[in-house]
């Protein structure tokens, strides 16, 4: 366990950053908080660094007590590694001095912190950027300075602070594959904040979604997108249509619910019971057939490999999302057969 | 930690994390000492500066005033009673609220003009117009009573001389008054650029598309929000004027316009440190008017940066088309005309034989300046000390900027904001108030020590960093305020300590800020005459205690060669601070940006 967060909590005035959470991040874990702006996911960053202090609850690093009750350590005696949204990179060291200064600050001289910076720098591929100075560097090899800096700090743990967030988004893929490397590479665990959900989606061992200070689901990402506990969640992950719905029966695994008085469907559920619910529909559950319920096209957007309907069906409440391999044009009429769905959890 | 064997980035789920229940506190990683030796040394060793120089000086006034036997209400009302206080008093404030006033409307006017249009040449103009404030007011009394006087070799040469025998016009409460409303014209000029650079230009452009004229635009709009501006720009010039010595003291004295501190600076002359007491309360005096007028400035200019706030954009450039060229060479002519022929005037005055011989190809001489730099003693000391305060004065104040800085982004900010609140209080009231304050605190001799300050150049320096540390804290605060607070943050999560962080982050990227605040303070120090005028002594002589006594002793042609080398030496030092400023944030430099 080598981050624990226990009840952790940060009020600004009278509103939370962060509400009493709690959490355990295992040893090597891939661990990405995903949030919109302002749901407190910075600040839970900050105050693992030690750069915020907690107004409640402890934080715990590698089983020792870093800030709780009458304690704070020091940012710079945790020993994490962050990486932040603006890389802050010293504008008056080169690149090399940038790398080198973990490694002094741990106490080498500074010639043997150089050439040990050397080793990591060259680990990114800028092993001939070293005299350069940061204002010199495009914004992926100032990402990538910033990563061989927390490299040689040597930390077990890694916070990242949205770093892709500042690059040009044909620079962010190939970003990716190099923080999916150089988390192999260092094996440390990594606490990386975003409100990008695919890129949460393509890094992660763990999601956990956060809102308003809490998280509201940890899971790995396809149960992230499977199973959401919550239409939060559901709705903030993919895309879809959360209806409220009433589970008629129930089997081990499956519900049956009704949609209204003449759409009944079966769909995969945790632990559902009889009574009210609320039922996740993504355009994967859904798919066109002659003899299914009819339903009006809304509109309809291209989204790159297909066209994605909105498609009002009956007396439903919202209307549903289709994948279409067409365009389809409004006020057309399709059927459609719900081949599934998932049953959010019920209170 | 060396790096773990085991592989790497395993699957991990949610499944296995019991929360452990032995979380161990972390050990006592600090002694109290280990962790006093950081912040809290830093924070001790300004707040023991800011009480040496602030508080025990300040408050020896104080008590002198308030507690002293015959102190307090019956010393108050003795002192305003007393006829020559009273005239006093309504001379520095008559003085003061008109040559604001004055400063205001030409200020003003110039920065309106130079901040709105798309004249050329901007840099270049405020760099002429700051010169205004740069050469020290007994240097533009001096070179102000050549041009007028008499004696004048520039008027002699053009007939336009009042008769021999005349007295200088200059020497009037009109005379006093202009030549402070020239010196305060550079301050409202700054105050009134750096509230236009805030100003929205679609604030503007929508009054453009609205169908306003020019005209209509500056009248409905821009003078409307520029107002707090005004305003600000008149209390800060009011302060600054009330505070002047070397217009007062060499105009006002031979024209019978005799203002507070020329008042406080007589007595002390003529009855030496026996009237402590008095000066105190007259200390007190005006020193009160000050704070409440700097009080009633911040005020405002909260109120305007709460108007004003804004994305930073293009400034307006109003286009003034034909008529361009013509506002140009107005401009130039007549900044030539208040700054360069002045300067002149001077320049001529010390080149003839004796004061009053007209100048010529026959008369020339370079003989004074000859006997400033070589033969007199007492010049060369002043030079030299004037040269060696300068530049201690410098580097005191940017390193106490420094600490202060780099305090206040801390966690003890709370503790070192009220040293920069001290530092803006002595910044603001009059000159005169700081020198008495440190020959009270410091007259007597030192405990423990047993020596006493007064007489040494100890107390001339202590009285520069007081008085001018609020000039080294903003260049630093400003380029403080303008650094990615996550450049530390890194530092911080890279293992550094706050010693570390100090001199291998904080300093080399605020240096030329500080550098810039240090050349600032030196060319102040440099051209004062105020604080040294009362505290030097035989030895300790200033530059401008001894342009003033020479002037004042009728040797005009001396002063005015001492006048000129040190405005060519401001003028340099001027030049090396522009050349540091062409990297710095916008708001260091006074006439950049």
């Known amino acids: 366990m080598s981050i624990t967060l226990s009840n952790i909590s940060r009020r600004y005035g009278g509103t939370h950053a962060v509400d009493n959470l709690s959490a355990t991040i295992p040893t090597g874990c891939f661990f990405t908080v995903l949030g919109p702006s302002g749901c407190g996911k910075s600040t839970l960053l900050r105050m693992v660094a030690g750069l915020e202090p907690l107004d409640e609850g402890s934080i715990a690093l590698h089983r020792r007590t870093v800030a709780g009750p009458g304690l704070h350590l020091a940012p710079e005696a945790r020993g994490v590694g962050v990486v932040f949204q603006s890389y802050a990179l010293w504008p008056h060291m080169d690149v090399l001095g940038n790398v080198a200064f973990p490694i002094e600050a741990a106490g080498a001289s500074r010639a043997a912190a150089r050439t040990e910076a050397n080793r990591h720098l060259q680990s990114v591929d800028l092993g001939s950027f070293a005299n350069r100075r940061p204002a010199d560097l495009s914004g992926g090899q100032r990402q990538r300075v910033a990563l061989a800096r927390c490299l040689a700090a040597q930390a077990r743990i890694v916070l990242m602070d949205e770093p892709l967030a500042n690059l040009d988004p044909h620079l962010r893929a190939a970003m990716e594959e190099e923080m999916t490397a150089f988390h192999a590479r260092a094996g440390a665990t990594t606490l990386f904040i975003t409100h990008d959900q695919r890129e949460a989606m393509a890094l992660s061992d763990l999601v956990a979604v956060m809102r308003q200070g809490r998280f509201e689901q940890i899971a790995a990402p396809q149960d992230l997108h499977d199973r959401p506990d919550n239409a939060f969640v559901a709705s903030f992950i993919g895309r879809g249509a959360v209806l409220d719905a009433e589970v008629t029966a129930t089997a081990p695994g499956r519900a049956t619910l009704r949609l209204s008085s003449d759409l009944h469907i079966v769909a995969r559920a945790l632990t559902a019971k009889v009574g009210p619910a609320q039922v996740l529909l993504r355009p994967g559950d859904l798919r066109l057939d002659p003899s299914g319920q009819s339903g009006l096209v809304l509109s309809c957007a291209y989204r790159g490999d297909h066209w994605e309907a909105r498609v009002q069906v009956g007396k439903l409440a919202r209307p549903l999302t289709v994948s279409l391999p067409y365009r389809a044009s409004p006020m057309e009429t399709l059927h459609l057969a719900f081949s599934g769905g998932w049953v959010l959890r019920q209170d | ?593």
């Open chain 2, 1 to 593: 930690m060396k790096p773990q064997t085991r592989p790497v980035s395993p699957k991990c789920s949610v499944a296995d994390q019991p929360v452990p229940d032995d979380l161990r506190a972390a050990p006592a990683r600090w002694s109290g000492l280990r962790h006093f030796a950081k912040e809290p040394l830093l924070l001790a060793i300004v707040v023991l500066a800011a009480v040496a120089l602030f508080v025990v000086p300040l408050g020896a006034v104080g008590r002198l005033a308030f507690f002293a036997t015959g102190g307090g209400v019956e010393a108050f009302s003795a002192a305003l009673s007393n006829r020559s206080v009273q005239r006093a008093l309504w001379h520095s404030l008559e003085s003061a609220a008109l040559a604001a006033a004055l400063a205001v409307l030409l200020g003003g006017g110039l920065g309106l003009l130079i901040g709105l249009t798309d004249i050329r040449g901007r840099v270049a103009l405020s760099f002429a117009i700051l010169m205004l404030l740069m050469i020290p007011p007994h240097v533009t009394a001096i070179a102000w009573m050549q041009m007028l006087g008499p004696s004048s070799v520039l008027l002699q040469m053009l007939g336009a001389a009042p008769p021999l025998g005349s007295t200088n016009p200059l020497y009037s409460r009109e005379g006093v008054i202009a030549l402070l409303a020239l010196q305060q014209v550079p301050i409202v000029y700054l105050t009134l650029r750096a509230a236009l650079r805030a100003f929205p230009r679609d604030l503007a452009e929508a009054a453009r598309v609205s169908g306003a004229g020019p005209w209509l635009l500056l009248r409905r709009v821009i003078l409307p929000v520029m107002g707090p501006a005004f305003l600000a720009g008149y209390a800060l010039a009011f302060v600054s004027a009330l505070g002047n010595f070397g217009v007062p003291a060499l105009l006002g004295i031979p024209g019978r316009y005799v203002t507070l501190p020329v008042l406080m600076w007589q007595r002390l002359a003529s009855s030496g440190p026996s009237v402590l007491a008095d000066l105190a309360v007259l200390a007190t005096l005006i020193g009160a008017v000050a704070v409440v007028a700097v009080w009633g400035q911040m005020r405002l200019s909260r109120a305007m940066s709460v108007a004003l706030i804004g994305a930073a954009q293009q400034p307006l450039r109003l286009r003034l088309g034909r008529a361009r060229p013509f506002v140009e060479a107005g401009l130039w002519t007549l900044l030539m005309l208040l700054v360069v022929a002045p300067m002149l005037a001077m320049l001529a005055t010390a080149v003839v034989p004796t004061y009053g011989v007209p100048l010529g190809p026959d008369t020339v001489t370079f003989r004074h300046f000859h006997e400033v730099i070589f033969t007199q003693s007492v010049t060369a000391r002043a030079f030299a000390n004037s040269a060696g305060l300068a530049l201690a004065a410098g580097i005191g104040v940017a390193t106490l900027a420094l600490a202060v800085g780099a305090l206040l982004r801390g966690p003890l900010s709370a503790g070192v904001r009220s040293v920069t609140m001290l530092a803006e209080i002595a910044y603001a009231v009059p000159g005169l108030v700081i020198s008495i304050a440190f020959i009270i605190a410091f007259i007597k001799p030192l405990p423990v020590l047993g020596i006493s300050l007064y007489g040494t150049h100890a107390i001339i320096l202590g009285a520069y960093l007081s008085a001018f540390l609020a000039i080294g804290l903003k260049p630093v605060g400003v380029a403080f305020a303008a650094l990615d607070p996550a450049l530390q943050e890194a530092a911080r999560v890279s293992g550094a300590g706050f010693w570390r962080r100090l001199w291998r982050i904080d300093l080399p990227l605020i240096a030329p800020a500080a550098a810039s605040g240090a050349v600032l303070v030196m060319l102040t120090a440099w051209n004062e005459v105020t604080l040294s005028s009362i505290l030097w002594t035989r030895g300790t002589e200033t530059l401008g205690t001894v342009i003033f006594n020479y002037e004042d002793g009728g040797y005009s042609t001396l002063a005015s060669a001492m006048s000129i080398i040190s405005v060519l030496a401001t003028l340099a030092l001027m030049l090396v601070l522009h050349w540091f400023g062409r990297n710095l944030p916008p708001g260091i430099i006074p006439w950049r940006g």
